[in-house]
């Protein structure tokens, strides 16, 4: 499968809600999904390799917005080109866009952000004003997308704008927006982990606190990556470096012999003394600084005292979650919901 159409694939899938996140202390590098005792053969390949019941009412809704899309996508490829695409004066992008909010069924929106993506930047600004305004969960999870997983910064920020008016701090987020920042955590590129530990923070998610623990630092042994060795044995060197003298000498003379002559051709050898590092196997480590500096901040406001001390010390933060934080947000809600004493 395409990467491209892979990532639209996923994109669609999140913003339907079709799948279902782990809980925040599991380390699982792929989302659960629903077991489906049976699968029907007509249902697509990946739909029966991800065990997804094509009859359940996730996946129905799913099917169901995956026909309005193809429904109407020629119609906003012709609206696109008849007002935005080209040098288009702003009366004519503005008559376009008032085309455009007419267009107002959430299961769009994925749509929306493949084919408006590269447009004026009033166009997108406008596309992100009706995911806002359709105050829906589509429409939140098509904010969160473009917050976390968008290429210019600029642009990002004005989603997670936004997706905050959208989100009081009495409102828990929805579902599928916590999908998306998952999905920015575990998708490696730096600039999506970091937009998505600003949505979680931004958003008030405190249950994805484990997410940017484990976020912090990533890597893995380097013969996982390159093979073992240029040579394919298990106990071949990735890299040599040696420290040392070598002393050529003559080992051996091959006499030439011809008419009224004779000569040698000597072969030559090399003694090498000194000593030689041999590199059999590596591990490739990146620390996320920006992360850690959101966790760090981020979890130093709602606990009340530092957190900086624990460093990149993955352990010993898993253990201070369990032991300290999570009793204390036990606590503060029972704080919360004893009644005042004036009242």
Not at 119 to 132: K, N, S
Not at 160 to 170: G, H, V
Not at 282 to 304: C, F, M, P, Q, R
Request: aromatic share 8%.
């Amino acid at each position: 499968m395409p990467i491209a159409f892979h990532a639209r694939l996923w994109c669609c899938a999140l913003l339907t809600g079709l799948f279902i996140a782990p809980t925040p202390l599991t380390v699982s590098a792929q989302p659960t999904v629903v077991d489906a005792p049976s699968i029907d053969d007509d249902a697509p390949e990946w739909m029966k390799r991800l065990k997804i019941d094509p009859e359940s009412p996730a996946a129905k809704k799913h099917a169901a917005q995956v026909k309005t899309r193809k429904d109407h996508e020629r119609a906003l490829r012709q609206l696109r080109f008849k007002y935005f695409s080209g040098s288009k004066s702003p009366a004519v992008r503005q008559e376009g866009i008032l085309k455009l909010r007419e267009y107002t069924d959430p299961a769009l929106f994925p749509l929306m952000i493949q084919l408006f993506r590269r447009e004026h930047a009033e166009v997108r600004l406008a596309v992100l004003d009706m995911f806002r305004d359709s105050q829906s969960e589509e429409g939140d999870a098509a904010l969160a997308w473009v917050a976390v997983q968008d290429p210019e910064a600029g642009y990002r920020g004005a989603a997670m704008e936004r997706l905050n008016e959208r989100l009081s701090k009495d409102k828990a987020p929805r579902h599928q927006v916590k999908l998306v920042v998952y999905e920015g955590l575990r998708s490696g590129r730096d600039e999506s982990m970091v937009a998505a530990a600003r949505l979680a923070r931004g958003v008030g998610l405190l249950e994805v606190i484990p997410w940017l623990i484990n976020a912090q630092v990533t890597g893995q042994p380097l013969q996982q990556t390159v093979g073992a060795g240029a040579t394919g044995t298990p106990d071949a060197a990735l890299a040599w470096i040696m420290v040392g003298t070598q002393t050529a000498f003559i080992s051996d003379l091959t006499p030439v012999v011809g008419p009224f002559a004779v000569a040698f051709d000597p072969q030559l050898s090399v003694i090498n003394t000194g000593v030689i590092l041999r590199v059999i196997d590596a591990a490739v480590v990146e620390y996320h600084t920006d992360i850690h500096t959101i966790l760090t901040e981020w979890t130093t406001d709602e606990w009340g005292r530092p957190t900086k001390r624990l460093g990149y010390n993955i352990p010993a933060w898993r253990e201070w979650y369990d032991k300290e934080f999570v009793p204390h947000l036990a606590a503060r809600s029972e704080a919360q919901k004893q009644p005042s004493k004036g009242s």
